[in-house]
């Protein structure tokens, strides 16, 4: 509907998130060579102190997250403009710094040594005050570090007498790495410059994009919303939607954008609109999608508004889901968890509703005790010192898994026996799942993982992968001894050695029957003529000659075939599915296998394309880092399921474990960007002697992130331990017992 009004082909096609990440990247590449050969000094910097890779991924990264938290390039500019230090700031930090090294110069000092340091820095401090008065150019940058590290070793130690103004010099100048406020407000003006930069050639990104975008008559998701978002501001669209919607239900509003929040507010309160009638629904304990750029303050602001409009708030603290003493483990545990933490200083108080910050409310239970005894368990088991047991070295999540393995047993043949299918692991990160899928096979524990490695590195989809790229080349050797070592042939590594270099049958002799396997051969044509190759048994070669007819026919097909044909031709001609049904996990590498041929599918559908472009294209979406969900399985399979936390919102599981409780939430410190929706875009600054370094602002941001993801952490714990019904365990390793 108003497709004129808004400007699109009503026609369009919607991009997926791969071709739209893919598309993304190669206009910032464009870009980025633009500005460069344009003489954008600042991006040119940048690219030298950075790295281009580097600075491409992170202007993609960047892009993708201001579109994902609904913040314009435009407005982001303005903030960042703000939140930087100005020249201003740095002549007030020099005047401050001149008044504490006057003061500390004056000090009458009765220690020999002690006073002999003091003279030692009066004599080089008019030097260093005449090299700090300006703030340095681009090219003097290097200097001006190397002067401040310099400076610093005429720094005087903190005894008694000077404790005080030593401390002050160290908060101005002094502090290590940098950290005193005046080099501190310096970098701030540089990471300024460079940030606003970089804001204008993502505008240009924009631009460029929408062009290509047009061309193709494309859009992507975040497209849906931002157009929807201009329509909304023409009155004789609101006139129509005011018509037609005067009820609006939105549930889960936590995890909603900026956005969001402004489109649904266009649509049901705008003014001249018929009264509507807005009700949203939403726990603000349970936002947990900040990496997807969902923000919990928005919960917030929507209800200041809806209250503001004269609307009505309606607390929902009742649970039918958990039995009693789970309620009551929940409100105690969690009144001490969701407090403001002692780091965090008095005058942020009144920004934490933009860290994300919620106040805990007590929930009231309405089921039936079921139970008796403890509903709520935490199972530690502690780490050997090496001296006792050399297999102290064991990652601790083995350990974990183990007990967790024992546990699980003993409740599936205890007195009230418990499914396997009823037991639920809920994870913070995938990353180590296969550790607990390992112990669990040894244990004779069926599972389901819903999400292990990502779907393309899965062992069976990456099988098929590697025969598409050696279709796609037939030089490509390690594809074609990857599909030759995979189930499709199953041929074993002495026979693949033989193929590559060992002699022909008319070339082994009697007395060194190992000489000549120096020389090597191409692979396929090895393939085609392997019953003249010396070294294979007469099993191997009724192996190669299955793989040699099925590789050869795949060939002849690869040009005239769609790409989901000649997989299920592979498939089906090679007995695949027999074999990896065999595995433990047979049923999910079924589906997975069965989902690929339906990507293929859906791929081929967007238009013409070869064996290449698909082969691209998983490759592009491994790079950009993305996961494609995995094929869907039995749900009603007895089985303990193995999943992340995000993927169990919203649902409930009569047992819920959370494992790995030792496993510690680190906040990325290789960051060289920040993006903050309140306050803008900053980095680290390229100092001229091959090193990033941060300014006041960076630091600022860099602290307000780590508060951020530690309190998304509690919410996470809160929804991983209230998807719990009847038990609750908590399970984890520690090196020892206090």
């Given at each position: 509907?108003?497709?004129?009004?808004?400007?699109?082909?009503?026609?369009?096609?919607?991009?997926?998130?791969?071709?739209?990440?893919?598309?993304?990247?190669?206009?910032?590449?464009?870009?980025?060579?633009?500005?460069?050969?344009?003489?954008?000094?600042?991006?040119?910097?940048?690219?030298?102190?950075?790295?281009?890779?580097?600075?491409?991924?992170?202007?993609?990264?960047?892009?993708?997250?201001?579109?994902?938290?609904?913040?314009?390039?435009?407005?982001?500019?303005?903030?960042?403009?703000?939140?930087?230090?100005?020249?201003?700031?740095?002549?007030?930090?020099?005047?401050?710094?001149?008044?504490?090294?006057?003061?500390?110069?004056?000090?009458?000092?009765?220690?020999?040594?002690?006073?002999?340091?003091?003279?030692?820095?009066?004599?080089?401090?008019?030097?260093?005050?005449?090299?700090?008065?300006?703030?340095?150019?681009?090219?003097?940058?290097?200097?001006?570090?190397?002067?401040?590290?310099?400076?610093?070793?005429?720094?005087?130690?903190?005894?008694?007498?000077?404790?005080?103004?030593?401390?002050?010099?160290?908060?101005?100048?002094?502090?290590?790495?940098l950290q005193g406020r005046v080099p501190q407000v310096c970098l701030d003006i540089f990471a300024r410059q460079y940030a606003l930069e970089m804001i204008n050639l993502l505008l240009r990104v924009d631009q460029r994009l929408n062009e290509e975008?047009?061309?193709?008559?494309?859009?992507?998701?975040?497209?849906?919303?931002?157009?929807?978002?201009?329509?909304?501001?023409?009155?004789?669209?609101?006139?129509?939607?005011?018509?037609?919607?005067?009820?609006?239900?939105?549930?889960?509003?936590?995890?909603?954008?900026?956005?969001?929040?402004?489109?649904?507010?266009?649509?049901?309160?705008?003014?001249?609109?018929?009264?509507?009638?807005?009700?949203?629904?939403?726990?603000?304990?349970?936002?947990?999608?900040?990496?997807?750029?969902?923000?919990?303050?928005?919960?917030?602001?929507?209800?200041?508004?809806?209250?503001?409009?004269?609307?009505?708030?309606?607390?929902?603290?009742?649970?039918?889901?958990?039995?009693?003493?789970?309620?009551?483990?929940?409100?105690?545990?969690?009144?001490?968890?969701?407090?403001?933490?002692?780091?965090?200083?008095?005058?942020?108080?009144?920004?934490?509703?933009?860290?994300?910050?919620?106040?805990?409310?007590?929930?009231?239970?309405?089921?039936?005790?079921?139970?008796?005894?403890?509903?709520?368990?935490?199972?530690?088991?502690?780490?050997?010192?090496?001296?006792?047991?050399?297999?102290?070295?064991?990652?601790?999540?083995?350990?974990?898994?183990?007990?967790?393995?024992?546990?699980?047993?003993?409740?599936?043949?205890?007195?009230?026996?418990?499914?396997?299918?009823?037991?639920?692991?809920?994870?913070?990160?995938?990353?180590?799942?296969?550790?607990?899928?390992?112990?669990?096979?040894?244990?004779?524990?069926?599972?389901?993982?819903?999400?292990?490695?990502?779907?393309?590195?899965?062992?069976?989809?990456?099988?098929?992968?590697q025969l598409l790229r050696f279709l796609d080349n037939k030089t490509d050797e390690l594809a074609l001894s990857a599909v030759l070592r995979s189930p499709l042939c199953g041929i074993s590594d002495n026979a693949l050695l033989a193929l590559r270099?060992?002699?022909?049958?008319?070339?082994?002799?009697?007395?060194?029957?190992?000489?000549?396997?120096s020389a090597t051969r191409r692979l396929h044509t090895a393939l085609q003529h392997h019953e003249e190759i010396a070294f294979i048994s007469a099993e191997e070669h009724e192996l190669l000659d299955r793989a040699a007819k099925l590789i050869g026919?795949?060939?002849?097909?690869?040009?005239?075939?769609?790409?989901?044909?000649?997989?299920?031709?592979?498939?089906?001609?090679?007995?695949?599915?027999?074999?990896?049904?065999?595995?433990?996990?047979?049923?999910?590498?079924?589906?997975?296998?069965?989902?690929?041929?339906?990507?293929?599918?859906?791929?081929?559908?967007?238009?013409?394309?070869?064996?290449?472009?698909?082969?691209?294209?998983?490759?592009?979406?491994?790079?950009?880092?993305?996961?494609?969900?995995?094929?869907?399985?039995?749900?009603?399979?007895?089985?303990?399921?193995?999943?992340?936390?995000?993927?169990?919102?919203?649902?409930?599981?009569?047992?819920?474990?959370?494992?790995?409780?030792?496993?510690?939430?680190?906040?990325?410190?290789?960051?060289?960007?920040?993006?903050?929706?309140?306050?803008?875009?900053?980095?680290?600054?390229?100092?001229?002697?091959?090193?990033?370094?941060?300014?006041?602002?960076?630091?600022?941001?860099?602290?307000?992130?780590?508060?951020?993801?530690?309190?998304?952490?509690?919410?996470?714990?809160?929804?991983?331990?209230?998807?719990?019904?009847?038990?609750?365990?908590?399970?984890?390793?520690?090196?020892?017992?206090?």
């Amino acid at each position: 509907e108003f497709p004129i009004e808004a400007r699109v082909d009503p026609q369009f096609l919607l991009l997926d998130e791969h071709r739209a990440a893919m598309m993304l990247e190669a206009i910032v590449e464009e870009v980025l060579s633009e500005f460069i050969s344009n003489g954008h000094i600042e991006i040119s910097r940048l690219t030298l102190g950075v790295g281009r890779s580097r600075l491409a991924a992170a202007l993609a990264q960047l892009y993708r997250d201001a579109r994902g938290q609904g913040l314009s390039l435009e407005d982001l500019a303005l903030a960042t403009a703000r939140v930087h230090a100005t020249e201003e700031d740095h002549a007030s930090a020099l005047d401050e710094l001149d008044q504490t090294m006057e003061q500390f110069l004056g000090l009458q000092i009765r220690t020999p040594g002690t006073r002999k340091k003091l003279w030692d820095l009066a004599a080089r401090w008019p030097e260093v005050r005449e090299f700090l008065k300006g703030i340095p150019a681009h090219e003097t940058l290097g200097e001006y570090c190397r002067g401040i590290e310099a400076f610093r070793r005429f720094r005087l130690s903190a005894t008694s007498t000077v404790a005080d103004h030593v401390k002050a010099l160290d908060t101005l100048i002094w502090g290590t790495e940098l950290q005193g406020r005046v080099p501190q407000v310096c970098l701030d003006i540089f990471a300024r410059q460079y940030a606003l930069e970089m804001i204008n050639l993502l505008l240009r990104v924009d631009q460029r994009l929408n062009e290509e975008k047009q061309k193709l008559s494309a859009l992507d998701f975040d497209d849906l919303e931002l157009r929807t978002l201009d329509l909304l501001e023409r009155p004789e669209v609101i006139a129509r939607t005011s018509e037609r919607y005067r009820f609006f239900l939105v549930d889960e509003f936590q995890d909603t954008n900026a956005v969001q929040r402004v489109l649904l507010e266009r649509l049901a309160l705008a003014k001249g609109r018929r009264p509507a009638n807005l009700f949203i629904v939403g726990d603000r304990k349970q936002s947990i999608y900040g990496f997807r750029g969902a923000d919990v303050d928005v919960f917030r602001e929507m209800t200041s508004i809806l209250l503001k409009a004269g609307g009505e708030e309606k607390p929902l603290q009742l649970n039918f889901r958990s039995q009693p003493p789970l309620i009551a483990f929940f409100n105690y545990l969690f009144a001490r968890l969701f407090q403001v933490p002692v780091d965090v200083p008095a005058s942020e108080y009144k920004n934490l509703d933009q860290l994300g910050y919620v106040k805990h409310e007590k929930s009231e239970a309405k089921r039936e005790l079921r139970d008796s005894g403890p509903l709520v368990e935490m199972l530690i088991t502690t780490k050997p010192s090496w001296e006792e047991d050399p297999r102290a070295e064991q990652d601790s999540r083995v350990l974990d898994a183990q007990q967790l393995a024992r546990r699980i047993l003993a409740l599936t043949k205890g007195e009230k026996v418990v499914k396997y299918g009823d037991i639920a692991l809920l994870f913070r990160a995938m990353t180590q799942v296969s550790i607990y899928e390992s112990v669990f096979r040894r244990a004779n524990i069926p599972y389901q993982t819903v999400l292990g490695r990502g779907f393309y590195e899965r062992e069976e989809i990456t099988d098929l992968i590697q025969l598409l790229r050696f279709l796609d080349n037939k030089t490509d050797e390690l594809a074609l001894s990857a599909v030759l070592r995979s189930p499709l042939c199953g041929i074993s590594d002495n026979a693949l050695l033989a193929l590559r270099c060992a002699p022909l049958l008319s070339e082994v002799e009697a007395a060194d029957p190992v000489r000549g396997f120096s020389a090597t051969r191409r692979l396929h044509t090895a393939l085609q003529h392997h019953e003249e190759i010396a070294f294979i048994s007469a099993e191997e070669h009724e192996l190669l000659d299955r793989a040699a007819k099925l590789i050869g026919e795949l060939v002849a097909r690869r040009h005239h075939y769609p790409i989901q044909d000649l997989l299920r031709f592979a498939v089906h001609e090679s007995e695949y599915l027999t074999v990896v049904a065999a595995n433990y996990d047979g049923a999910q590498r079924l589906a997975n296998v069965e989902r690929l041929f339906t990507l293929a599918a859906r791929f081929e559908s967007s238009g013409t394309h070869l064996i290449r472009d698909f082969v691209r294209y998983v490759q592009e979406f491994e790079a950009i880092g993305s996961r494609e969900s995995e094929g869907q399985i039995d749900q009603a399979a007895d089985a303990v399921r193995l999943m992340t936390i995000h993927q169990a919102k919203g649902l409930e599981f009569p047992v819920v474990i959370i494992p790995d409780l030792q496993r510690l939430s680190r906040v990325a410190t290789d960051n060289w960007v920040l993006l903050d929706r309140h306050q803008g875009l900053t980095l680290k600054v390229p100092d001229g002697r091959g090193n990033l370094v941060c300014g006041c602002t960076f630091a600022n941001f860099e602290q307000r992130h780590a508060w951020r993801e530690q309190f998304e952490s509690m919410r996470l714990l809160y929804v991983a331990a209230s998807r719990a019904e009847d038990r609750l365990i908590l399970s984890g390793v520690t090196e020892d017992i206090a």
